[in-house]
């Protein structure tokens, strides 16, 4: 029996049953309800819905997809067809990509369906270590008495591990640190407010939920002391995209002079990518900027990300270690 379980997914495989349950993240925090895929096309749906969502985390799950996939049956050129759909679900998150690559790298080897399994269980093992990694180094970081804003969610919902910046968050928690953590609601869909608010209820840790434009605010009053985000895609230069909203945290951060970092697996960096200038943004539907409450034919611009340059950041936190600018210069994101 092989199994794959994490806050957010449920993989198990035996003689006996395939079963693939994904948990409907649009649905929380007010309903904990677990969606059963069976096909690719569930599973691009729920990627692109966003009920599965979290750049480590939609590799991750596009990646068992594909095994389940393997499993049912279908032949090296379905498999391969299925694969790029699933790589072409959502533009920006580059873990999507490398993910769904290994898979396809495995299956044009004309591999068995355990050998292709295999793949995305060790793709889901690796998310869980480099999630450590990142938390054990992004940890040292944090000081007792930290107040730290984050924004959308970067934990147990967004990777198969115990998350990028809010793993760190957790890990410095679980220290003994006593830290409080800011959260950025996150509009226009409210991963912070639904989601991180969630998981940091979950383990009990201190926070107070904020609307986005509110941290400059509590900056200029001395309340936040850092800032950590988590990335979907890293340039070679340092350059990062993130949740719509980043950029003005790292701006703000700049100008109160607040240490602002972000916390990433080396799967979220892109080394074809020169710079975020390259990076593809994600425009999604006018319907999440109307919500209930503006006109309905309201014109609407509504980018899924945006990208912080690495000069506003103070450090990147990632699986091996703590990089700064010179490290950047010196070309740790370069192939
Ligand atoms: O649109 P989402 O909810 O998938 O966006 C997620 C983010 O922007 C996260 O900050 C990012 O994927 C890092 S998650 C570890």
């Not at 972000?262 to 425009?283: L, M, Y």
Request: charged share 20%; glycine share 6%.
């Amino acid at each position: 029996m092989i199994s794959c379980n994490s806050l957010a997914l449920r993989f198990s495989e035996s003689s006996s049953e395939n079963k693939f349950e994904v948990l409907d993240q649009t649905l929380l925090p007010h309903e904990e309800k677990w969606l059963v895929i069976e096909s690719t096309e569930q599973m691009i749906e729920a990627i692109k819905m966003l009920r599965v969502r979290g750049a480590p985390l939609i590799g991750v799950a596009a990646a068992l997809q594909v095994a389940q996939a393997a499993l049912q049956g279908f032949t090296k050129t379905e498999l391969l067809k299925k694969a790029q759909a699933l790589y072409e679900a959502r533009p920006t998150a580059v873990n999507l990509m490398n993910c769904i690559d290994r898979m396809k790298a495995v299956i044009e080897t004309g591999a068995d369906k355990n050998k292709i399994l295999q793949t995305a269980v060790d793709i889901f093992n690796e998310d869980v270590q480099l999630c450590d990694r990142i938390a054990t180094f992004g940890a040292e970081l944090i000081q007792d008495g930290d107040q730290i804003l984050t924004h959308c969610n970067t934990g147990g919902l967004a990777t198969v591990g115990v998350g990028t910046a809010l793993g760190v968050i957790l890990k410095a928690h679980q220290q003994g640190k006593k830290i409080h953590v800011w959260v950025d609601e996150t509009r226009p869909l409210l991963q912070g407010g639904r989601l991180t608010t969630w998981e940091l209820q979950k383990h009990k840790i201190p926070y107070t939920l904020i609307t986005d434009n509110m941290a400059a605010h509590l900056m200029s009053e001395g309340k936040i002391s850092k800032a950590i985000v988590g990335s979907d895609r890293i340039a070679q230069n340092g350059d990062f995209a993130n949740k719509i909203g980043t950029y003005s945290v790292a701006v703000n951060c700049k100008f109160h002079n607040i240490p602002f970092y972000v916390a990433a697996p080396f799967t979220t960096v892109d080394f074809n990518c020169v710079s975020g200038k390259h990076i593809p943004i994600e425009q999604r539907a006018a319907s999440e900027v109307i919500s209930t409450w503006a006109p309905k034919d309201s014109p609407v611009y509504n980018p899924s990300f945006d990208v912080t340059p690495a000069t506003l950041t103070t450090g990147w936190i990632m699986d091996t270690g703590v990089f700064n600018h010179k490290n950047i210069e010196q070309g740790v994101f370069r192939k």
